[in-house]
């Protein structure tokens, strides 16, 4: 028997949950269909940074969307804690990129530089801050820190619980998360979508595709392209300990009870979601030379998860031009667009149409570069 929704989200990650969520703000009743335990799932091992300011060199409408998800941010934090009593520990303090050698700090002041060019419409606020202004800011830092870039649209979340609140949400507007719901085929007939799992047929007049790492193969049989693949990311997790970090690094955060997250590597052609002793060797090296006081924190925890990575890094957000209706979401930056994803792209995919400027993110962009590059 097919069971109706006036949406299917296919994916119960951050970036379908949230969708999901702001479909269900929107006033629709969505179904949320997640694989389970047994799917790649970035969005449960992942850092949760909110971070801005070094998304979208060569790509404005990038950095004004991440932006706009930042500024959004609180809203979403503020409104998941009314709704369902989940607080999901978001802060904005602003967030510093740390440079261990003068080489790092000129690229880091060219890219900064050239950001706030390409922004000149909308401003970019940003400072170069060297070692002495820098420890204003974060005492403790090691003595090979040179400076860094500070920004003060960052922050950070936990992530484990925004998809909880999410998902909590979703359900407190009549929404639906339905777990181990693996989809394997996806069609449509008269405006109506249908997607099959092993058990159940789940019908809407409504898709959006946001299965990760699943959505490639899905994607072609509703007139999508979602080109994604994995790059690995590896995480250490420290013990708790009193507060030492005023605002995020790209590269450290304390979380609310205390720990230390280490963590911003990036492994190409890696399919596998196993960690391995040296990257986090890597990563617990940079760490100390930022923080030399780590050095007696213990470690309690690493792992390893698979980022959901485009060929160009950008979001893919589009509607199929076969089957209208059929929306396309990828990004490899979920925490930071969770709230532009709930309070934005859900409410036009609930229009129907998504806005002129999101052109730039329709996955032609790589029929285009095929054709250049043969
Ligand atoms: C180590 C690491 C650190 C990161 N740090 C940050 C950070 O600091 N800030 C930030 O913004 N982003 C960060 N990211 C990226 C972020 O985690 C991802 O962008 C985000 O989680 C992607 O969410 P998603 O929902 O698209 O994919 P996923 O979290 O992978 O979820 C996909 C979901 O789809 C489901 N699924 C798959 N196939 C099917 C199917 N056939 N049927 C039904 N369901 C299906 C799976 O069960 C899964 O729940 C990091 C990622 C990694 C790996």
């Known amino acids: 028997m097919a069971m109706n929704a ?3 989200v296919v994916g119960g990650g951050l970036v379908g949950s949230a969708i999901a969520y702001g479909l269900a703000c929107e006033g629709l009743h969505p179904l949320l269909l997640d694989e389970g335990d047994v799917a790649l799932r970035a969005s449960r091992g992942n850092f949760g940074l909110v971070w801005v300011q070094s998304k979208g ?3 404005p409408t990038y950095q004004r969307w991440s932006r706009t998800s930042s500024e959004l941010w609180p809203q979403l934090a503020e409104r998941l804690r009314a709704e369902t009593g989940i607080g999901v520990a978001h802060h904005r303090p602003g967030g510093v990129a740390v440079c261990l050698t003068d080489a790092e700090f000129a690229a880091r002041s060219q890219m900064m530089q050239d950001m706030r060019s390409q922004m000149s419409d909308d401003g970019f606020d940003y400072r170069m801050l060297d070692r002495g202004e820098l420890k204003e800011l974060l005492p403790g830092l090691g003595p090979e820190v040179v400076g860094g870039s500070w920004s003060p649209y960052d922050g950070h979340a936990n992530p484990l ?5 999410l998902h909590a949400g979703l359900a407190a507007r009549g929404g639906r998360y339905v777990a181990g719901a693996k989809v394997t085929t996806l069609s449509a007939a008269c405006g109506v979508f249908t997607a099959e799992t092993a058990r159940d047929r789940y019908q809407a007049p409504r898709l959006v595709l946001a299965a990760g790492l699943g959505s490639a193969t899905l994607a072609p049989q509703v007139g999508l392209h979602i080109p994604v693949v994995p790059v690995r990311g590896q995480i250490i997790v420290t013990e708790r300990i009193a507060p030492i970090l005023r605002m995020p690094t790209l590269i450290l955060r304390q979380t609310d009870e205390g720990s230390i997250m280490i963590g911003e590597s990036r492994e190409e052609g890696r399919s596998d979601d196993q960690s391995g002793i040296e990257v986090v060797q890597r990563l617990a090296a940079r760490a100390l030379a930022t ?3 780590l050095a007696g924190v213990r470690m309690v925890r690493t792992w390893a998860a698979l980022r959901v990575m485009s060929p160009d890094g950008y979001p893919i957000y589009e509607q199929s031009p076969s089957f209208p209706g059929a929306f396309a979401a990828t ?8 709230a532009a994803h709930a309070l934005r792209y859900a409410k036009y995919i ?3 149409s998504l806005p002129d400027s999101f052109e730039i993110f329709h996955s032609r962009r790589f029929e285009a570069d095929v054709r250049l590059a043969s």
């Not at 619980?161 to 609140?165: G, S, V």
């Not at 990004?331 to 969770?338: E, K, Y």
């Open 331 to 338: 990004c490899h930056s979920g925490v930071t667009l969770a």
């Open 57 to 59: 060199v060569g790509n």
């Open 291 to 293: 923080f030399p006081l």
């Open 350 to 352: 609930a229009q129907g």
């Open 161 to 165: 619980y925004t998809l909880r609140a």
């Open 6 to 8: 006036d949406a299917i």
